[in-house]
C-alpha cells in the first residue's frame, strides 16, 4: 500500500529562522495535502497541491509539489512561536479518497 | 462552510463500557466519513470509511466488531467503541466528504 514518509519528525528552531519539512510517498499522488495540529488540538488543514512543480504561498509559509508529484516540502520562513504544533503532509490512495498520513514534524520555538 | 462537529469532545469511560462518539457535518452533506486514532506523538491512522446507507470499510487491523460504525444519513456518523479498555485510550478523529473536512476530535480515556 501506499506509504507516505515525513521527516523531520522533531524540529527545535530558534525564533526567526528558517525551516523545511520533507515528504515522500511511495507512489505518484494526485494531490498532496498539509496540515498543521497545535498541541491539543485537531489538524486543520493548510493546502493542497495538485500540479507537478506547484508552488503556494501562505504568508510565511512556502509549499512545494515534486515534478514527479511524489514529494513535497514545507519551508517557514522568520519562525515565529505561534508557528508551534505538528505538520502532517497527507496524500491519496490511487483509486480512492483515503488519506495516508505522514508521521508529521513537530516545531518547537525557542524565543 | 464545511463545518463538522464531534461529539462528545472528551469522554472518560470505565473498562468494559461502550461509548458511542458521533460525527456531524453541519453546513453539507457527506456521503463518505472517515475515522481516524491518533495516539499521543503518533500520526493519524484511518480506522475505517463510513459509507452512508452502506457497510463501513475498515482498515486491516481494526477489528469491525468492536469498532461499530453507523452512518444512516448524510450528515452524521456514529463510531461505539464497544468494551472499551484501556488501550482504546486515544484521540478519535472524524472526517467528512470528499475534501475530509475534519471534525474537532473526540479525546477517549479508559479507566
Known amino acids: 500500500g501506499q506509504q507516505v514518509m515525513q521527516i523531520p519528525q522533531y524540529q527545535h528552531v530558534q525564533e526567526g529562522e528558517d525551516f523545511t519539512t520533507y515528504c515522500n510517498s511511495s507512489?505518484?499522488?494526485?494531490?498532496i495535502q498539509w496540515y498543521k495540529q497545535r498541541p491539543g488540538g485537531h489538524p486543520v488543514f493548510l493546502i493542497q497541491?495538485?500540479?507537478?512543480?506547484e508552488v503556494k504561498k501562505q504568508k510565511r509559509l512556502t509549499f512545494q509539489f515534486g515534478e514527479a508529484k511524489k514529494n513535497s516540502s514545507l519551508h517557514i520562513t522568520a519562525t515565529q512561536t505561534t508557528d508551534v504544533g505538528t505538520y502532517f503532509c497527507a496524500g491519496p490512495g490511487a483509486n480512492d479518497y483515503k488519506l495516508s498520513f505522514g508521521a508529521g514534524t513537530t516545531v518547537t520555538v525557542r524565543a | 462552510g464545511a463545518v463538522v462537529s464531534q461529539h462528545p469532545s472528551w469522554v472518560i469511560c470505565k473498562s468494559g463500557t461502550s461509548v458511542k462518539i458521533e460525527c456531524r457535518s453541519l453546513d453539507f452533506q457527506a456521503t463518505t466519513m472517515f475515522w481516524y486514532r491518533q495516539f499521543p506523538k503518533q500520526s493519524l491512522m484511518l480506522m475505517a470509511t463510513s459509507n452512508e446507507g452502506s457497510k463501513a470499510t475498515y482498515e486491516q487491523g481494526v477489528e469491525k466488531d468492536k469498532f461499530l460504525i453507523n452512518h444512516a444519513s448524510l450528515t452524521l456518523s456514529t463510531l461505539t467503541v464497544t468494551s472499551a479498555h484501556p488501550e482504546d485510550s486515544s484521540f478519535y478523529i472524524c472526517s467528512a466528504g470528499d475534501e475530509q473536512y475534519f471534525g474537532p476530535g473526540t479525546r477517549l480515556t479508559v479507566t
Open positions: 497541491l495538485v500540479k507537478s512543480g
Open positions: 507512489t505518484t499522488l494526485s494531490n
